[in-house]
């Protein structure tokens, strides 16, 4: 079920404090299994013939979020005004992997995340791989960290990033951002087709999530500079990627005209679509509405993109956000 070690091009910050970054890297990495890849979905061979598909970036809180019956309404039109979606990618995050491929007995030296077990109202929880290979989808996973200590599961788990295609992906990265309260990851494929002319395509597609807050000795980063060396950690890695797509859970705790790290992505998507004053989790009652999760887009200019928030969780915490990608003629993708 992993892939080999060569298919992910891994980048990585520069560690500070002699060494210390990295030995706390590599002690979250102890505690994860190796990430997974489907290139290809199932019955898919070589590029398709598109000339648009529905991009989406979500936060599925750890088994919280009922993906088959998003993936259902998706392909149904129950998003898009009745009308069906047949190509679609979907940025995830918070996805969780169970099972012998996650190290077990946890090590003694390992680092671990508290345990998040969010239920659908059936009960159920159905680990990204075993959505995967049912729905036939190609699959790139990373596990940013373990989900729970040795004692929290009697079926170890990990958690991280994920991307679901309905197209085949390769070019596989991931990036370890700047190490904070703990370790996050964004990850990159591509996907590839030929629009209705005949012309080929490429794209990058990325799925991002960020911390929310910094260690309890730097606690005022948490409003800004931390998410702003991540981004820029993130914005290097990818600068030279034309066209893209960056979507995820940026945790911001401002509106985007005065978060620093949209501000910061900015730089590198020179033409963002931004939501509308409409937040994206609610992280109680009484609380109002706030916007963490966000898609950005560098495109040709003869492509066009939009996106808007679904307005049903499906049993996350956060809203999804839907997108389309609007392919063009494609004969100048130098930028």
């Given amino acids: 079920m992993g892939p080999d070690a060569t298919a992910i091009r891994w980048i990585e910050p520069n560690m500070r404090s002699h060494g210390t970054e990295r030995q706390v ?3 979250w990495r102890r505690g994860v299994g190796s990430p997974l890849i489907i290139a290809a979905p199932e019955g898919i061979q070589g590029a398709k013939a598109l000339d648009s598909f529905a991009i989406l970036s979500w936060n599925t809180h750890v088994g919280g979020g009922d993906l ?17 979606v047949h190509d679609f990618v979907l940025l995830l995050q918070e996805v969780f992997r169970q099972g012998p491929t996650v190290p077990h007995p946890m090590p003694s030296d390992a680092l671990a995340g508290s345990y998040v077990g969010c239920c659908l109202p059936s009960g159920k929880r159905t ?15 990373v596990p940013s960290m373990r989900n729970g200590g040795p004692n929290e599961t009697d ?4 958690r991280g990033n994920a991307i679901l295609s309905t197209m085949a992906m390769s070019s596989f990265t991931a990036v370890e951002l700047p190490s904070e309260r703990q370790r ?43 998410r702003v060396r991540q981004v820029t950690a993130l914005v290097n890695a990818y600068a030279g990627s034309s066209p893209t797509v960056l979507g995820g859970d940026f945790n911001t705790w401002f ?17 963002p679509i931004l939501l509308s004053r409409r937040g994206t989790v609610r992280l109680g009652r009484l609380l109002p509405e706030r916007m963490v999760d966000y898609l950005f887009f560098r495109l040709p200019e003869d492509w066009t993109a939009n996106y808007q928030r679904v307005d049903k969780r499906y049993g996350s ?19």
């Fill in 25 to 27: 890297l590599e002690s």
């Fill in 68 to 84: 088959d019956r998003f993936i259902d309404d998706l392909r149904d039109g129950k998003l898009t005004d009745g009308e069906a």
């Fill in 127 to 141: 680990d990204i791989w075993e959505t995967a290979r049912r729905r036939g989808l190609a699959l790139y996973y």
């Fill in 155 to 158: 079926t170890p788990e990990d």
């Fill in 184 to 226: 996050r990851l964004a990850i990159g494929a591509s996907i590839c087709g030929e629009n209705s002319g005949g012309v080929p395509w490429k794209i990058q597609i990325i799925s991002v999530h960020l911390e929310n807050r910094a260690r309890w000795f730097r606690w005022f980063e948490s409003f800004g500079s931390v």
């Fill in 255 to 271: 509106r985007q005209w005065k978060e620093p790290a949209i501000k910061e992505v900015q730089r590198f998507f020179d033409r």
């Fill in 317 to 335: 915490d956060h809203y999804p956000l839907l997108g389309r990608v609007q392919i063009g003629d494609c004969r100048d993708l130098s930028r």
